[in-house]
């Protein structure tokens, strides 16, 4: 199962609506800290609304302990990034992947980046905009995989 994975975000809500997104397409959510909020906290919760008790939500404190996870379950790293090497709609996904994004404001840690086994971009129409917000991001990317792997089969 495709998974997405949150490195560092900052923004309550944009967590929130990607809380959203996992729940709607039953795919899990790993959050990597530092966290810029609590998980707690209440713009956090109002964007999920009454959907988190549907999202199959994972925290790990920091990258080393996340990192641990992944080797132990395997799968690919796909590194979401406005520096990423190959357009997200020329990529082949895997039932497996781990799609990696990065915090708001920083993207993901160049460390990470080098580790990742693919890094994609969405491409952008207009040069002057630089990124789409994350939560939208997460949606584009997550969907495009699992209308590659078949994932919608029902509704």
């Not at 999920?48 to 199959?56: A, C, E, I, K, T």
């Not at 996870?69 to 406005?82: E, P, T, W």
């Not at 039932?95 to 693919?118: I, K, M, R």
């Not at 994609?120 to 995989?145: C, D, H, Q, T, W």
Request: charge should be neutral; glycine fraction near 8%; hydrophobic fraction near 40%.
């Amino acid at each position: 199962m495709v998974r997405v994975v949150l490195v560092h975000p900052q923004i309550p809500p944009n967590t929130g609506n990607i809380a959203r997104t996992c729940a709607a397409t039953a795919t899990e959510l790993h959050l990597v800290g530092p966290l810029g909020f609590q998980i707690s906290d209440r713009y956090l919760k109002r964007a999920g609304l009454d959907y988190w008790p549907l999202v199959s939500l994972y925290y790990h404190p920091n990258l080393e302990d996340f990192l641990t996870i992944h080797q132990k379950f395997g799968g690919r790293l796909i590194g979401f990034s406005v520096s990423g090497h190959q357009s997200y709609l020329e990529y082949s996904f895997k039932s497996d992947d781990w799609l990696l994004f990065g915090s708001e404001t920083q993207g993901l840690p160049a460390n990470l980046l080098t580790s990742c086994d693919a890094t994609v971009y969405i491409p952008m129409m207009e040069p002057k905009v630089r990124s789409l917000n994350l939560s939208v991001s997460v949606a584009v990317g997550l969907f495009e995989a699992k209308r590659q792997l078949g994932d919608f089969t029902g509704s």
